[in-house]
């Protein structure tokens, strides 16, 4: 009779330990992954800030080049000083980009939640049927 008991608590114990194992190894495939993520997305943010920095300088010397209006006729209307100015397009542009990346971000954020969520119900399944058939 003890030794059914005990055979019934051993089967239990190797059940239990395959279900934590099964949830171990989802947790870690998903740390894993938000870890390349994670590396993606920094090399991605200092490519933003090296190009950033390119249209800056760019900027900078097309602002410092002396001739850089195109020659205009002598019979053109003389050009009004007052000028208004836009946005800045580079601006625009690193935003845009930055506001991609970051909505990608959080999809991918938001599916590494879901498949974790999945995977922690698996989890609960598998001990309430290990529950139910250890009793």
């Known amino acids: ?11 239990d114990l190797v059940n239990w330990v395959e279900v934590y194992q099964s949830d171990f190894n989802a947790e870690r495939e998903a740390r894993e992954r938000l870890v390349g993520e994670k590396d993606q997305l920094a090399e991605d943010l200092r490519h933003l800030q090296r ?4 249209l800056i300088d760019d900027l900078s010397k097309y602002q410092q080049t002396p001739n850089r209006q ?19 397009p580079q601006e625009i542009l690193f935003h845009d980009y930055t506001v991609h990346i970051l909505n990608n971000v959080n999809v991918q954020t938001n599916e ?13 399944t598998r001990f309430q049927q290990a529950a139910r058939s250890a009793n």
Not at 1 to 11: S, T
Not at 51 to 54: D, G, I, S, V
């Open 1 to 11: 009779m003890e030794e059914g008991l005990e055979m019934a608590n051993v089967r």
């Open 51 to 54: 190009r950033n920095q390119q």
């Open 70 to 88: 195109p020659p205009t006729s002598t019979t053109a209307k003389p050009r009004h000083s007052l000028c208004i100015r836009g946005p800045d």
């Open 112 to 124: 590494l939640v879901r498949d974790f969520v999945q995977s922690k119900t698996l989890t609960e």
